[in-house]
């Protein structure tokens, strides 16, 4: 779930803060970089860990700015395929399920990644929103009419991670769409001791 990962980077630090120390500045400029940025193929950078190089210090004609090249370590977030997560359940509608972590929300559970039979009661308040309840067992007892498994918004999900993407940047994007999402984790809960907690 958290890794660390040595990156190498050239920093330009500019000149307001050259009068701090050189540890304490280039870790300012590099948290303002980095930090809860999404990095493609390595995850959400949660904080720099430690600075293990510092080389250089050119300034380029016309340029006020020392630049330098960076070695350091980044703590990342970024789960795994395969790995159990327990997340809240966020929002629930016809399309599946979408979970949060408290500072990550781009977890979905899709349709076709839920438990099997499985059924979807819109609220009658809002036709967006609702619950999936999953209905297991014999068929008699099914059809019964007693729901087994709510999954509503009390609930804490056990999830499997299914996949992690890195979509590409859009050139645009229309104003109706959600905002452009640079992670997204797919889960699943189809398998046995995931779901609701």
Known sequence: MFYLSLIEHTLRLPPHILHLPL?????????????????????LCISVYDIRSIKGGFIFPGDGASTYMMEFRLI???????????????????????????????????VHLLPSPSRFESDPNNRNQGRWIWD????????SGEPRFVIDGTDQIKFRVHSVIYPSVPLEQPENLKPFVPMVITGSIDYDGLGPV
């Open 136 to 143: 297991f067992g014999e068929a008699e007892e099914a059809q």
């Open 23 to 43: 540890d304490e500045a280039t870790k300012i400029e590099l948290e303002t970089l980095f930090l809860d940025k999404v990095i493609a193929n390595l995850g």
């Open 76 to 110: 990342v977030f970024c789960h795994f395929v395969g790995e159990n997560v327990i997340a809240k359940l966020k929002e629930s509608d016809a399309n599946g399920l979408h979970l949060s972590l408290g500072f990550f929300d781009d977890i979905y559970i899709p």
